[in-house]
């Protein structure tokens, strides 16, 4: 009955140590994570929306381009209409200025009316037609000729005019497209800007993703020792209590006699092998903690730090801290060399309340109070 009452005490202090421990590190596992995965789709979309902005920056650039072309060519046609305007001005002021001297020719040599008054007076018909014909032809063409050149004078004009308000629209056209492209990379900029943040924003997170994930690896190594401590303390107080009732004597407790697998014995210890195992801590302290480390003088972890010392005695030990503890056993008188034990974590015992130990990342192997739940010897 003891034995039931024992072995569910131990069972409910593991549980107890599970649940409080390995959902809450799942859930800010999965949260951290999600947070990644968020952010990485947001860069994903600030990303999309630049790709975006870049081609309507080359599609503006290339309308500016455009634009740029047709003022160069709209130019050099206002300069040619101008050129046109001045020569058909010039053309027409020359055709006024003949006209007048004709006209001027006319009176001036008598082939105006003066000339017809005499030629009425000689009464010769044919003559007078003559020369009013004559007379008639000159004005004719003069005014012809002035009516063409104002014609051609006020279509240069006009064309000027049309290629002058082209002009100014282009010039429009040019500095709208250009604030717009002000504008885009204005916008660019800003948005690069905010994939650099998301990118730091991303590594940090997935940092702490990590980290979280191996503090929960980490957890659940302890969760696992601590169930292993409970079964085979229930173990061992289930033999202690066969052997008490087996001597129907209720007070005698062998404290140092039980165990890994149920052994009730405790091995003797050897002190020179002891001696060998702390040398072998001692010769590694300052060596920095790596998690799952086992190479001497470079980088160990706890277990690491523990089996190499054991291994330089010639004693071939586990490579975790569960193991360990199954596999060795447990003893109530420690001496220099034995295993401090607790869940999830292992050190080497020095003696006078001390132990050698690889603690945690960011450590060195150092010296420290003994924090123990058991202390194991092989």
Not at 4 to 20: C, I, R, V, Y
Request: with cysteine.
């Amino acid at each position: 009955m003891k034995f039931k009452k024992f072995w569910g005490l131990f069972l409910t202090a593991a549980l107890s140590f599970s649940l409080a421990v390995t959902p809450v590190m799942a859930d800010e596992v999965s949260d951290l994570q999600d947070k990644v995965n968020d952010l990485k789709d947001q860069k994903e979309q600030v990303e999309g929306e630049v790709n975006s902005l870049q081609t309507e920056l080359e599609n503006i650039m290339t309308r500016l381009s455009e634009l740029e072309n047709d003022l160069i060519a709209t130019g050099e046609e206002i300069t040619q209409t101008q050129a046109d305007l001045e020569q058909a001005q010039e053309e027409e002021e020359q055709q006024y200025e003949a006209m007048k001297l004709r006209i001027k020719y006319m009176y001036e040599a008598g082939s105006g009316s003066a000339t017809v008054e005499k030629v009425l007076a000689s009464g010769d018909m044919t003559s007078v037609l003559t020369q009013a014909e004559y007379s008639e032809q000159v004005h004719t063409y003069d005014r012809q000729k002035l009516e063409e050149y104002a014609a051609t004078v006020q279509k240069v004009e006009d064309l000027k005019t049309s290629l002058e308000e082209k002009q100014a629209q282009l010039e429009d056209s040019q500095a709208e497209f250009e604030a717009k492209q002000d504008e885009l990379n204005t916008t660019i900029s800003e948005k690069s800007s905010e994939i650099d943040d998301l990118d730091v924003q991303i590594e940090e997170a997935a940092k702490k993703a990590e980290e979280a994930a191996r503090k929960k690896a980490e957890e659940e190594a302890r969760r696992k020792a601590a169930e292993e401590a409970a079964r085979r303390a229930a173990e061992e107080e289930a033999a202690r209590q066969d052997a008490a009732s087996n001597s129907n004597s209720d007070s005698e407790e062998d404290n140092g006699s039980s165990g890994g697998g149920g052994q009730t014995y405790v091995p003797d210890y050897n002190q020179s092998k002891g001696e060998i195992i702390v040398d072998a801590a001692y010769s590694q302290l300052g060596v920095p903690y790596v998690w799952g480390g086992s190479t001497p003088y470079v980088g160990l972890d706890c277990s690491g730090l523990v089996q190499w010392c054991y291994r330089q005695a010639g004693i071939s030990i586990p490579r975790t801290s569960g193991a360990i503890m199954s596999s060795g056993t447990i003893v109530s008188n420690p001496q220099p060399g034995d295993i401090c034990w607790k869940p999830g974590h292992v050190a080497i015992y020095i003696g006078n309340g001390k132990m050698i130990e690889a603690p945690h990342t960011g450590a060195v192997v150092r010296v420290a109070n003994v924090r123990v739940t058991y202390y194991i010897r092989y």
